[in-house]
Nanobody, 117 residues
Framework: QVQLVESGGGVVQPGGSLRLSCAASGFTFGSDTLSWYRQPPGKERELVASIGGGTNYADSVKGRFTISRDNAKNTVYLEMNSLKYEDTAMYSC?????????????WGQGTQVTVSS
């Protein structure tokens, strides 16, 4: 059974840090493109960061967030520093997985990040 399970969310004060993890089971990352998305309250989901051949970041998180992957652990991470109120959102990981030329898109259930004083 294919699963992506996020962890590491929580409540943090402005300026604080969190590290999100997303562990995959039922498939291996290989050269998949892995991404973190977030959906703030009342807003649409947006791409935060992705890692494939290189890394890409939303302008709003550049210099503060770092995406990384450990293929041996089948896990992707999102290190978040200097957190702001506007980073409050449900964060979900996504894997764009290819098998024999077929594309599969897998999503996790999400982990809540709340920035609050």
């Amino acid at each position: 059974q294919v699963q992506l399970v996020e962890s590491g969310g929580g409540v943090v004060q402005p300026g604080g840090s969190l590290r999100l993890s997303c562990a995959a089971s039922g498939f291996t990352f290989g050269s998949d493109t892995l991404s973190w998305y977030r959906q703030p309250p009342g807003k649409e989901r947006e791409l935060v960061a992705s890692i494939g051949g290189g890394t890409n970041y939303a302008d709003s998180v550049k210099g503060r967030f770092t995406i990384s992957r450990d293929n041996a652990k089948n896990t992707v991470y999102l290190e978040m520093n200097s957190l702001k109120y506007e980073d409050t959102a449900m964060y979900s990981c996504h894997a764009r997985h290819f098998v024999a030329g077929w594309e599969y898109n897998y999503w996790g259930q999400g982990t809540q990040v709340t920035v609050s004083s």
